[in-house]
């Protein structure tokens, strides 16, 4: 079961944007606003993105994507090993977003107090220093991504969010409600890369790599059932629904970051499993 959904949800994937073929570049996603885009280049290939290095895996996969916020285009080169170079000129599909009013947050995670300043900046270098682990040449990501927990919609990637009528930063993640302790599984194999059970914001708090600087952030779990450095597979128990951090009730916060663009979950996957 647990492969066909991985199989179902990389079907979908694919079949949001076709291969373009007539540049000679396999790449497959959605060309907007926290889109990703997985693509597919012959052994021995450089591939480029706006000038900068793309790490290609051994089954010649490589992996990019676009923040909430970016616009204009992009331009993606492949240079074959016979001194062939590919290209293609990406445009960015803008986005409309919702607005999203939360009320009845506790006021400290609006507007912190000062005696929580050290735990906050403690809690900001700890994420700093995983976020600052080298990119892996690790490549998960190319075979699909399943729901790491089923249940309502509760948000939606880049609503602009105001809690108790103050305005916040915009949402970055997928919010499923679910029940305190309802299971939480990897959406995809990777490693660990940070595993804390009590962040100010966040409450428990893991990021899972899934190769080439694509980083879920699973968010709000009561319990945080795995460690820094572990490996998992796509379907393993990393933790556990809750209401942790900055919530007014039970959910997972699922968020991905492709190096420093936060990427719609949503978008990699097909409907909820029954």
Same mark, same amino acid.
């Given at each position: 079961?647990?492969?066909? &959904?991985?199989?179902?949800? *990389?079907?979908?994937?694919? %079949? +949001?944007?076709? %291969?373009?073929?007539?540049?000679?570049?396999?790449?497959?996603?959605?060309?907007?606003?926290?889109?990703? *885009?997985?693509?597919?280049?012959?052994?021995?290939?450089?591939? /480029? &993105?706006?000038?900068?290095?793309?790490?290609?895996?051994?089954?010649?996969?490589?992996?990019? $994507?676009?923040?909430?916020?970016?616009?204009?285009? +992009?331009? #993606?080169?492949?240079? #074959? !090993?016979?001194?062939?170079?590919?290209?293609?000129?990406?445009? @960015?599909?803008?986005?409309?977003?919702?607005?999203?009013? @939360?009320?009845?947050?506790?006021?400290?995670?609006?507007?912190?107090?000062?005696?929580?300043?050290?735990?906050?900046?403690?809690?900001? %270098?700890?994420?700093?220093?995983?976020?600052?682990?080298?990119?892996?040449?690790?490549?998960?990501?190319?075979?699909?991504?399943?729901? !790491?927990?089923?249940?309502? @919609? +509760?948000?939606?990637?880049?609503? =602009?969010?105001?809690?108790?009528?103050?305005?916040?930063?915009?949402?970055?993640? #997928?919010?499923?409600?679910?029940?305190? $302790?309802?299971?939480?599984?990897?959406?995809?194999?990777? @490693?660990?890369?940070?595993?804390?059970?009590?962040?100010?914001?966040?409450?428990?708090?893991?990021?899972?790599?899934?190769?080439?600087?694509?980083?879920?952030?699973?968010?709000?779990?009561? +319990?945080?059932?795995?460690? /820094?450095?572990?490996?998992?597979?796509?379907?393993?128990?990393?933790?556990?629904? $809750?209401?942790?951090?900055?919530?007014?009730?039970?959910?997972?916060?699922?968020?991905? =970051?492709?190096?420093?663009?936060?990427?719609? !979950?949503? #978008?990699?996957?097909?409907?909820?499993?029954?």
């Amino acid at each position: 079961m647990k492969a066909r &959904l991985a199989a179902l949800c *990389l079907a979908a994937l694919f %079949a +949001s944007a076709p %291969a373009a073929a007539a540049e000679g570049i396999a790449l497959n996603g959605d060309k907007v606003q926290g889109g990703l *885009l997985i693509g597919e280049a012959p052994d021995g290939a450089y591939v /480029t &993105l706006d000038g900068k290095p793309l790490p290609v895996s051994e089954r010649g996969y490589f992996v990019f $994507g676009f923040d909430r916020d970016a616009t204009g285009a +992009s331009t #993606l080169k492949v240079n #074959l !090993p016979d001194g062939e170079t590919l290209s293609e000129t990406i445009e @960015i599909g803008e986005r409309n977003y919702d607005i999203q009013r @939360i009320e009845g947050v506790p006021q400290k995670y609006v507007s912190p107090p000062p005696e929580v300043f050290k735990k906050i900046q403690a809690d900001s %270098a700890k994420k700093r220093k995983a976020r600052a682990a080298d990119e892996t040449l690790l490549d998960h990501f190319a075979d699909g991504f399943i729901w !790491p927990v089923t249940g309502p @919609i +509760s948000g939606v990637y880049g609503s =602009q969010r105001f809690y108790n009528g103050e305005p916040r930063r915009p949402h970055y993640g #997928l919010d499923i409600a679910a029940p305190t $302790g309802t299971p939480v599984v990897a959406p995809q194999a990777g @490693i660990i890369r940070l595993a804390e059970p009590d962040m100010y914001f966040e409450g428990g708090l893991i990021f899972l790599d899934h190769g080439q600087g694509l980083v879920s952030i699973l968010m709000h779990l009561s +319990s945080v059932d795995v460690e /820094t450095g572990q490996k998992v597979e796509q379907g393993d128990l990393v933790g556990r629904v $809750g209401a942790t951090g900055r919530v007014t009730g039970a959910h997972l916060d699922w968020r991905m =970051q492709w190096r420093d663009a936060y990427i719609d !979950p949503a #978008l990699l996957l097909g409907p909820q499993p029954e």
